[in-house]
T-cell receptor, first 114, second 114 residues
Framework: AQSVTQPDIHITVSEGASLELRCNYSYGATPYLFWYVQSPGQGLQLLLKYFSGDTLVQGIKGFEAEFKRSQSSFNLRKPSVHWSDAAEYFCAVGGNSGNTPLVFGKGTRLSVIA | KAGVTQTPRYLIKTRGQQVTLSCSPISGHRSVSWYQQTPGQGLQFLFEYFSETQRNKGNFPGRFSGRQFSNSRSEMNVSTLELGDSALYLC?????????????FGQGTRLTVV
């Protein structure tokens, strides 16, 4: 069965510092990977996705993620964090059939301090 | 282009009652998925509808049901509400055709059962 692990429940970074959020997945076939962000009381917004091709994908708001098949990882990065990036981040994996439900990790809450 | 619209945003119900939540997907999207989000369990898949047919179902009791109309709008119903049903219910829409496409989420309906 597919699964997603986000090892860090909560991360605190200083504004302007770099950020890396970890995501490990388990999936029997070619995974399709996503990162979503959720602000308090809101729905999920798609940051970026990996379907195939270049393993380094760029997303919105200056985020990027790198797919590493050998490590079953899809870590999210940002070179310089802004206070507005404080939110909860979810990694998700889906199948390649178009109708495989997304499986989400438990999320990582990001706090940003001045 | 309008996003995914969920109504109502907030609901308070009493144990034993039933509730109906509504989701209007992005125009042209034929797939609607429902997720339950709680602090303890995270995001859990309820079911997915595509072209008025349930295509996937998660591991929830039969008290949770849904349907999709010809205009792709979807409703989910929860009967005999329990305290544990208190959650944020998120709806996601996608094209739903073959091949993976990203899911776009609504703001959610916050259900509180008292």
């Amino acid at each position: 069965a597919q699964s997603v692990t986000q090892p860090d429940i909560h991360i605190t970074v200083s504004e302007g510092a770099s950020l890396e959020l970890r995501c490990n997945y388990s999936y029997g076939a070619t995974p399709y990977l996503f990162w979503y962000v959720q602000s308090p009381g809101q729905g999920l917004q798609l940051l970026l996705k990996y379907f195939s091709g270049d393993t380094l994908v760029q997303g919105i708001k200056g985020f990027e993620a790198e797919f590493k098949r050998s490590q079953s990882s899809f870590n999210l990065r940002k070179p310089s964090v802004h206070w507005s990036d404080a939110a909860e981040y979810f990694c998700a994996v889906g199948g390649n059939s178009g109708n495989t439900p997304l499986v989400f990790g438990k999320g990582t809450r990001l706090s940003v301090i001045a | 282009k309008a996003g995914v619209t969920q109504t109502p945003r907030y609901l308070i119900k009493t144990r034993g009652q039933q509730v109906t939540l509504s989701c209007s997907p992005i125009s042209g999207h034929r797939s609607v998925s429902w997720y339950q989000q709680t602090p303890g369990q995270g995001l859990q898949f309820l079911f997915e509808y595509f072209s008025e047919t349930q295509r996937n179902k998660g591991n929830f009791p039969g008290r949770f049901s849904g349907r999709q109309f010809s205009n792709s709008r979807s409703e989910m119903n929860v009967s005999t509400l329990e305290l544990g049903d208190s959650a944020l219910y998120l709806c996601a829409s996608s094209l739903g055709d073959r091949g993976v496409t990203e899911a776009f989420f609504g703001q959610g309906t916050r259900l509180t059962v008292v």
